[in-house]
């Protein structure tokens, strides 16, 4: 007769973190694949450049009065490298943030919740949303919106209190824990006899 030992519980997350994780690595995906796809928007991103320098104030240090087309071109390619560099280095902190929250961390949903949602931050694509309604391309303003979108959906799957919540998933058919024969065994063992007043032998007596 062999012994049982009962597997160890897995912790199950509840379904709403599991939808959370693919929305944000959806989101993760859909930002790179938006870093490359501005690439073949230069033309619309250098009117946009020189478009803000004009707004600028004459008194403004940052306007440039003599804004040469090769100084454009420097700063849209500067602008799409480092876009570009955002979303592949931000992208997979996001991924090891998802990794982590699927896993019962806490911690991890916050900070996926303070990427997404903080203004200042480049991660905060939950603003992107607003983007549908601008006046640029349409294949980059639906970008914008599916990036708000799904960043939104993390936000709010990652805010109910379900996804704060652990279900263990116990194996079917796993048995109760048994130490088998040997403890058995062990347990009817006859005690020895406790010794005689006199500190002789009980069998001696």
Not at 108 to 117: E, H, P, Q, S
Request: proline share 7%.
């Amino acid at each position: 007769m062999s012994d049982s030992v009962e597997a160890p519980d897995r912790v199950s997350p509840p379904r709403t973190v599991i939808l959370a994780f693919g929305a944000l690595v959806a989101n993760v995906a859909l930002s790179v694949v938006n870093a490359v796809m501005l690439w073949a928007f230069s033309d619309y991103l250098r009117g946009q450049f020189i478009k803000a320098n004009n707004k600028l104030k004459d008194t403004d240090k940052n306007k440039d009065k003599d804004y040469t087309l090769k100084e454009v071109n420097h700063d849209v390619h500067s602008f799409l490298t480092s876009h570009l560099v955002q979303a592949a280095v931000f992208g997979l902190a996001m991924v090891l943030f998802a990794i982590n929250f699927r896993r019962g961390k806490g911690w991890a949903r916050w900070f996926t919740v303070g990427l997404l949602v903080v203004p200042v931050l480049p991660t905060a694509s939950a603003w992107q949303l607003a983007g549908l309604g601008g006046n640029g391309p349409g294949l980059v303003r639906a970008m914008s919106a599916l990036l708000g979108l799904t960043a939104l959906t993390v936000v709010v799957l990652l805010m109910v209190p379900e996804s704060a919540r652990r279900r263990p998933a116990r194996t079917a058919g796993t048995a109760p824990r048994s130490e088998g024969p040997a403890a058995t065994a062990r347990g009817s063992r006859p005690s020895a006899p406790s010794p005689c007043r006199d500190g002789s032998s009980p069998r001696a007596a």
